[in-house]
């Protein structure tokens, strides 16, 4: 079934709230770190997502009642990995996951901006690449200036070993 939900929820309670009901994405609205509306389909009835959106702080709503925020800047927004293509997607996380190591602190010496400049397959944007980082590949991240995204990427990681060596 498709719901469209609104509520006070940040990129990381959207993804635990995601995997839990097990939706996939169809359309939203971010802005930085916050979720203003998702629209997703899952196979859960509307008895057993009610109280998934109650522990979420969530609830269902009618497009008329989409209470919408503008968004800044689209380009920026984590969210934006899902209107890539599965294909896209997928290329996307085997680099990530390849080519990026995680370690337990924040790494300040590179900005998600500098980061995705990394990745030469095909052109992706500062959000897309955040949102793999944090959806798919599991990094955590400190929003710096709140469009620029600093990550547990480690020091030692093969595209960054492969610039020095460059």
Avoid at 54 to 76: A, C, R, S
Avoid at 97 to 105: A, P, S
Wanted: charge should be negative; proline fraction near 3%.
């Amino acid at each position: 079934m498709r719901y469209k939900v609104q509520g006070e929820i940040d990129l990381w309670g959207w993804t635990d709230f995601k995997t839990r009901i097990n939706a996939q994405i169809v359309d939203y609205k971010t802005e930085s770190n916050h979720i203003y509306w998702v629209e997703f389909e899952t196979d859960l009835s509307a008895g057993c997502l009610n109280k998934f959106l109650e522990e979420y702080g969530l609830k269902i709503v009618t497009e008329d009642q989409v209470k919408e925020k503008p968004t800044i800047d689209n380009e920026n927004e984590p969210m934006m990995f899902y209107k890539l293509d599965k294909g896209k997607q997928d290329a996307l996380i085997s680099w990530i996951n390849t080519n990026f190591n995680k370690i337990k602190g924040i790494n300040k010496d590179m900005t998600s901006l500098q980061l995705k400049d990394f990745f030469k397959e095909f052109p992706i944007t500062n959000g897309e690449f955040k949102g793999a980082m944090v959806e798919k590949c599991g990094f955590q991240y400190h929003p710096n200036d709140g469009l620029n995204w600093y990550f547990n990427i480690s020091k030692k990681s093969p595209a960054l070993l492969d610039k020095e060596n460059n």
